[in-house]
């Protein structure tokens, strides 16, 4: 069973930047494909970014392409989401997920662990 922690949400101005990490408790945490998802209020929980086992991979959602950066740290089981140039519309609770099997993929149904989630607000 792998164990997820995110960590850095908080509240952000629009135009303002937050970094969220996530840890993961699997040693063998280069064996996992790595990705961010998000749930608004009253919405449906989507894809904001996925990268793969190595890092050399990544797929953005289309409303975030250019604002915002994956990246991961394997020695330090973390992997990590830079968000920049935040917008009002960026506003929900973050949820890092971790798939076993090879390949990144935007569907949710993929993922086989996920963590508690971090809430960012964005004030316009």
């Known amino acids: 069973q792998v164990q997820l922690a995110e960590s850095g949400g908080g509240l952000a101005q629009a135009g303002g930047s937050l970094r969220l990490s996530c840890t993961a408790s699997e040693r063998t945490f280069s064996n996992l494909v790595m990705g961010w998802f998000r749930q608004a209020p009253g919405k449906e929980r989507e894809f904001v970014v996925v990268?793969?086992?190595?890092?050399?991979?990544?797929l953005y959602a289309d409303s975030v392409k250019g604002r915002f950066t994956i990246s991961r740290a394997n020695a330090k089981n973390t992997v990590y989401l830079q968000m920049n140039s935040l917008k009002p519309e960026d506003t929900a609770v973050y949820y890092c997920a971790a798939r076993q099997s090879i390949g990144i993929t935007m569907s949710r149904n993929a993922y086989d662990y996920w963590g508690q989630g971090t809430q960012v607000i964005v004030s316009s």
């Open positions: 990268i793969g086992r190595e890092g050399y991979s990544t």
